[in-house]
């Protein structure tokens, strides 16, 4: 089957795949060089093609699990060398190819056989690629090398017109070799200049970093949020990186800022959650999250529970500070027609039921069966509200992950 990669008569996507696996699990030199060919072929398609880069790139250690249908085929470990000298020249050829993935896929199996003498067709990847799916392959392939510059590549990548090659930098910086001053400068330039994700990934990495070098940092972030100047997308990145370098004095002062932004102590806590969250991660927290479980009582566009409310609209209803006060306080302010409701009338009598709207003098509520029941507030001694079957979501999500969802819920509006 291994020798069948060698047959250009053969389309078939399926079968070439399973030749392709076949030469990456005899593991000769003469397979090994199947696979340069096959990856080298033009008449090729490009899918297969990277099938061959990638499965070349794994040479060394393949995965447990075969690649085409899934079966464990146990550990397997081999020298990396033969693929090395075998692929080097293949592999920085391919980097230059006129398709944008072939180009990715050889970026990526540079930095994963290690081919330290394709460092600097890497750097010059990083630098001229039109593509930013290379440009960050080739970055982090650089950080997989011997005697890489990463100051100048990390540099470069945080210099990048594209935010998502630039995020890519801040990710290696933590674990490169540079020095803590040289990080911290860079993380600076990062929190100065850049966008606000931006700015949250430099602080989470800044407070890695020991407070002797960053305390000057930190002191003017907190002194700009004292002047109200701090955007507030960085504040709960801001209170994390404190808490993780010990740097007290400065907490406290970032806690006396926080507590003017209400008088509830806990929706001040949370005021940072009102701006920089990531709607894609609320929403996959919203679908999918084990511990929220959002999705088995609320509903969005008629897919999901119907306990609570159906959120379809939400954000044309609710401004920020209600849905943020929705999650993390849910009993403050139940949706009319979801809220229990006891009223204790002034002639010793009780009416329980659920609100269904509350008006200037009146409620109207829906008393077992029967929906309207106007009750005057004037015949009212005393309103008791149950509290909402909704658990605080403060004590399940993580202040980011309550962030992402309010992001995630201010953008469904009605369509």
């Not at 020249?89 to 980097?95: C, D, E, W, Y």
């Not at 593509?131 to 970055?139: G, L, P, S």
């Not at 979801?338 to 009223?343: K, P, R, V």
């Not at 005057?376 to 005393?382: C, E, M, P, R, S």
């Amino acid at each position: 089957l291994a020798e069948v990669l060698k047959d250009h008569r053969f389309k078939n996507e399926a079968f070439v795949r399973r030749a392709i696996s076949a030469n990456l699990r005899v593991a000769t030199p003469a397979t090994l060089q199947n696979l340069v060919d096959y990856a080298n072929f033009e008449g090729a398609p490009a899918v297969l093609r990277n099938e061959a880069i990638d499965a070349l790139s794994t040479w060394a250690k393949p995965s447990v699990l075969d690649r085409v249908d899934g079966r464990f085929r146990g550990e397997i470990t081999r020298p990396v060398e033969p693929a090395q000298q075998a692929a080097s020249a293949s592999l920085v050829k391919l980097s230059s190819h006129q398709d944008a993935q072939i180009r990715l896929h050889a970026t990526r199996a540079m930095g994963k056989l290690h081919i330290d003498a394709a460092a600097g067709k890497l750097m010059d990847l990083l630098k001229k690629d039109p593509n930013a799916d290379v440009r960050i392959a080739a970055v982090k392939s650089l950080a997989q090398l011997k005697g890489v510059d990463m100051d100048a590549a990390i540099s470069t990548a945080l210099g990048d017109k594209e935010k998502s090659v630039r995020v890519t930098g801040l990710d290696l910086l933590n674990g490169s070799s540079l020095s803590n001053d040289r990080k911290v400068a860079l993380l600076d330039n990062v929190i100065i200049t850049r966008t606000p994700e931006e700015k949250q990934a430099a602080i989470t990495t800044l407070g890695s970093l020991p407070l002797a070098g960053t305390e000057k940092v930190f002191s003017r972030l907190v002194g700009q949020m004292e002047k109200g100047s701090l955007q507030r997308e960085v504040w709960i990145e801001l209170a994390d990186a404190l808490d993780s370098n010990g740097a007290k004095a400065l907490r406290q002062r970032y806690d006396a800022v926080s507590a003017k932004a209400g008088p509830d102590s806990l929706k001040a806590l949370y005021a940072g959650a009102l701006a920089g969250g990531d709607p894609n991660k609320g929403m996959q927290i919203f679908w999918g999250d084990g511990a929220a479980q959002c999705v088995r009582c609320h509903a969005i566009s008629d897919y999901g529970g119907h306990v609570g409310p159906n959120l379809s609209g939400i954000a044309d209803r609710l401004k920020k500070e209600q849905l943020l006060e929705a999650l993390i306080e849910p009993s403050a302010r139940i949706a009319p027609g979801y809220g229990l409701m006891t009223l204790e009338l002034k002639d010793g009598q009780k009416v329980n039921g659920t609100m269904e709207a509350e008006k200037a003098d009146s409620y109207v509520m829906k008393v077992g069966d029967k929906s309207g029941v106007v009750v005057k507030k004037t015949d009212v001694a005393k309103r008791i509200d149950s509290p909402s079957g909704m658990p605080p979501m403060h004590l399940l999500l993580t202040k980011k992950e309550i962030r992402d969802v309010v992001a995630f819920l201010s953008q469904q509006h009605a369509k």
